[in-house]
């Protein structure tokens, strides 16, 4: 059975930092490319960032270059986003997916789904 | 960034009824790269259809998506109890990735 598991969530002041994590099991993780996508109080979804199968190409949100880091470890089956200089708007329950099947790199459908893990950036 | 609009915001339906969601994008988006999800509260969305008319594994049959260019749609043919819930469209032709303002559908 696939499984995504985001940790790292909480409650962070503006400007400060916080990384989350995504324990994936039941699947080959090294053969997905993976994203991570968020979720505002009340709101619709917002594809965040994306990586490569690999790790060699990176993509972001323009809401959230230079300020987030997505990577991944294949051998601990791990997917990371490292989230500096957060923002109230940064506040969101963010969701780590299988991304297949874009027309260009960067894209893709979501396949499976973690159960999400809140970020609240409030002082 | 293709915008999607979803049409209705909300959907009144009854449970044996027929429910038509509507996505419209802001430039043609090629079928192959257009997919649904659902989303229940306080769950994960969950990939319906992709390729504008490929259900996920182990979605029912009375779901189906279609459309091209502009416009798709995502059809139940007849609602479930467990089908009212919030419904997004998704496009992954152009980066970046995205979605519709979602429809949701609820029990008349």
């Known amino acids: 059975e696939v499984q995504l598991l985001e940790s790292g969530g909480g409650l962070v002041q503006p400007g400060g930092s916080l990384r989350l994590s995504c324990a994936a099991s039941g699947f080959t993780f090294s053969s997905y490319a993976m994203s991570w996508v968020r979720q505002g109080p009340g709101k619709g979804l917002e594809w965040v960032s994306a990586?490569?199968?690999?790790?060699?190409?990176?993509y972001y949100a323009d809401s959230v270059k230079g300020r987030f880091t997505i990577s991944r470890d294949d051998s601990k089956n791990t997917l990371y986003l490292q989230m500096i200089s957060l923002r109230a708007d940064d506040t969101a329950v963010y969701y780590c997916?299988?991304?297949?099947?874009?027309?260009?790199?960067?894209?893709?459908?979501?396949?499976?789904w973690g159960q999400g893990s809140l970020v609240t950036v409030s002082s | 960034e293709i915008v999607l609009t979803q049409s209705p915001d909300t959907l009144s339906l009854s449970p044996g009824e027929r429910g038509t969601l509507s996505c419209r994008a802001s430039?043609?988006?090629?079928?192959?790269?257009l997919a649904w999800y659902q989303q229940k509260p306080g769950q994960a969305p969950r990939l319906l259809t992709y390729a504008a008319s490929r259900r996920a594994t182990g979605i029912p049959d009375r779901f189906s998506g279609s459309g091209s260019g502009t416009d798709f749609t995502l059809t139940i043919s007849r609602l479930e109890t467990e089908d009212f819930a919030v419904y997004y469209c998704?496009?992954?032709?152009?980066?970046?990735?995205?979605f519709g303002q979602g429809t949701k559908v609820e029990i008349k």
């Open positions: 430039q043609g988006v090629s079928s192959t790269y």
């Open positions: 998704q496009q992954y032709a152009n980066s970046p990735p995205t």
């Open positions: 990586i490569s199968i690999g790790g060699g190409r990176t």
């Open positions: 997916a299988t991304t297949l099947g874009g027309a260009v790199a960067g894209t893709g459908y979501f396949d499976f």
